[in-house]
């Protein structure tokens, strides 16, 4: 489903190791509802210096509140997939050496053998 951004409430810069003047941020939106109007909200979430950056990512929620915890979260695991896929070369000044957070990293659980 494609959506509109709405008016930013927050923007996080990134960088590239070694290339500090390539920025990569990303931006949150006010949550909205759906325009299906089914109840459900979105936040979104626009991604810009990675190409496409016009592309409006919509993080489902049944309320705007979980809307716009789960477009938090997804920000953090995309910024660490897309670090972890570059070499972890992707920066940000909250910490001492740059590197992103590992509780950023999804972590998958196996599944027992009996859901299997």
């Known amino acids: 489903m494609q959506v509109p951004m709405t008016e930013v ?16 941020f990303v931006a ?11 109840g459900e909200f979105y936040c979104p979430v ?10 409006v990512q919509p993080i489902f929620g049944v309320d705007a509140f979980q809307a716009i915890e789960l477009a938090i979260r997804f920000v953090g695991w995309r910024m660490f997939d897309i670090s972890a896929k570059n070499g972890g070369r992707l920066r940000w000044e909250f910490s001492e050496d740059g590197r992103l957070p590992e509780e950023w990293e999804q972590k998958i659980e196996p599944q027992p053998d009996s859901l299997r």
Request: avoid cysteine; glycine fraction near 10%.
């Open 9 to 24: 409430i927050a923007v996080r810069r990134f960088w590239w190791d070694g290339e500090p003047d390539r920025p990569l």
């Open 28 to 38: 949150i939106g006010r949550p909205a509802q759906t325009p299906d109007t089914k």
């Open 46 to 55: 626009q991604t810009t210096g990675l190409g496409n950056d016009s592309f």
